[in-house]
């Protein structure tokens, strides 16, 4: 299976500014996903991020709001920008088995609050 | 209507215990179907998949009825560390290879001595 890290594990921001979350994967992989579990929800797709083109974004999610990087095969950054308490949630990245469809491996997850 | 309905629990059961979670999806051109767990404070990972004929993967059996479109998942024999969250997942048949998963909120267990 594949190891996935987040960098940071957790912060506390103030709003109005941004948070760059990074995830780093210990293979190299074609698609990587980003989540958001908000406190007492289910986990909500935010967009796939494809090496070498932009990232797909899931419907109520922006660019704008939510920009992505994927600079290679192994790693990727999701972007929180002007943030707000409403956007305090738990972000994870994920990335596809390989070895079955719908089997996804998922990073420990970034713990975000916004005062 | 949610996409992918469970009921959120908790089910307090006693060890040694059988408990059945059950799940409905609202969307019949869901594709595949998936049991995950997580564990308090840790990430999702995926316990089953789900098959048309039902299958069974030791003390665990996931069951499918696409016309009622209601996924169910059987603990036999609840051991202390059953306990964590079940989270119902739909595979749409979208978004490339690996489609788009719908996670619903999940079933919270706890398995008590």
């Known amino acids: 299976s594949a190891v996935i890290s987040q960098k940071p594990s957790r912060d506390i921001c103030q709003r109005g500014t941004s948070l760059t979350i990074q995830c780093q994967v210990d293979s190299q992989v074609t698609m990587m996903f980003w989540y958001r579990q908000q406190p007492g929800q289910s986990l909500t797709l935010i967009a796939t991020?494809?090496?070498?083109?932009?990232?797909?974004?899931e419907s109520g999610f922006v660019i704008d709001k939510f920009p992505i990087s994927r600079p290679n095969l192994t790693f990727s950054t999701l972007t929180v920008s002007n943030m707000s308490p409403e956007d305090s949630s738990i972000y994870l990245c994920?990335?596809?088995?390989?070895?079955?469809?719908?089997?996804?491996?998922f990073g420990p997850g970034t713990r975000l609050t916004v005062l | 209507r949610k996409e992918v309905e469970q009921d959120p629990g908790p089910f307090n059961v006693p060890e040694g215990a059988t408990v059945a979670f059950n799940c409905t999806y609202s969307n019949s051109a869901s594709q595949s179907f998936f049991w995950y767990r997580q564990d308090c404070r840790k990430e999702p990972k995926l316990l089953m998949s789900v098959y048309s004929s039902g299958n069974e993967d030791g003390r665990f059996t996931a069951q499918l009825n696409r016309a009622s479109q209601y996924i169910s998942l059987l603990i036999r024999d609840s051991k202390l560390s059953d306990s964590a969250t079940y989270l119902c997942?739909?595979?749409?048949?979208?978004?490339?290879?690996?489609?788009?998963?719908?996670f619903g909120k999940g079933t919270k267990l706890s398995v008590k001595p």
């Open positions: 991020a494809n090496q070498g083109s932009e990232a797909t974004y």
């Open positions: 997942v739909v595979r749409m048949n979208y978004g490339g290879s690996q489609g788009n998963l719908i």
């Open positions: 994920s990335v596809a088995s390989g070895r079955a469809v719908g089997e996804q491996f």
